[in-house]
């Protein structure tokens, strides 16, 4: 696929996204006009916003069909292989750190994600990876189970036991 066809494609799909959401709020229960003592309906700002985003598409479909711009020229591939190949590599390795997290914990996952993606495909030095690898897992750990109280999965037991080990010694310090 060409540049040009990816930019005919997108405009498209975002005309049609914005006929499609218009049209949700317009014959909806939302309402797009004022109303009285109230102000604006909830429907007006979805509406006209889709409205707005819908005439940027035409205006795009046009400036496509004239030529005017370099990428309505432009008969180049859109992706190479190379950006496809590291596409693909992203997410197999996204779906596997979501089907990981139902037995290993979010946590446990997520440090195997950053080894493969830190590691692996950014190929940084040993220092780097542990640091990001370890940092990561306990920042998002600081900020939702410390500071939010919003428990993230866990996974099985002996996973889970470990993370429990650690809210014990974080109490523990604590109090």
Known sequence: MSVRTAE?????AMLLASIGLMADVYFGDLVVGWVPGRGPGSGMWPFWLSL????????????????????SRN??????????????VTVAALFF?????????????????????????????WGVTIGVTLGV?????????????????????FFENIILYIDDFRYSIMY
């Open 75 to 88: 008969n180049n591939p859109y992706i190479d292989p190379e950006t496809v190949f590291m596409v693909g």
């Open 97 to 125: 750190l979501l089907l990981l997290s139902n037995y290993i914990g979010l946590y446990f996952s997520m440090i195997l994600f950053l080894l493969f993606y830190v590691k692996g495909i950014g190929r940084h030095g």
């Open 52 to 71: 707005g985003m819908a005439l940027a598409s035409v205006w795009t479909l046009w400036r496509w069909y004239t030529g005017v711009t370099p990428e």
């Open 137 to 157: 897992p306990i920042g998002i750990y600081l900020l939702f189970e410390a500071a939010l109280n919003k428990y993230l999965p866990r996974g099985l037991p």
């Open 8 to 12: 005919l494609l997108m405009a498209l």
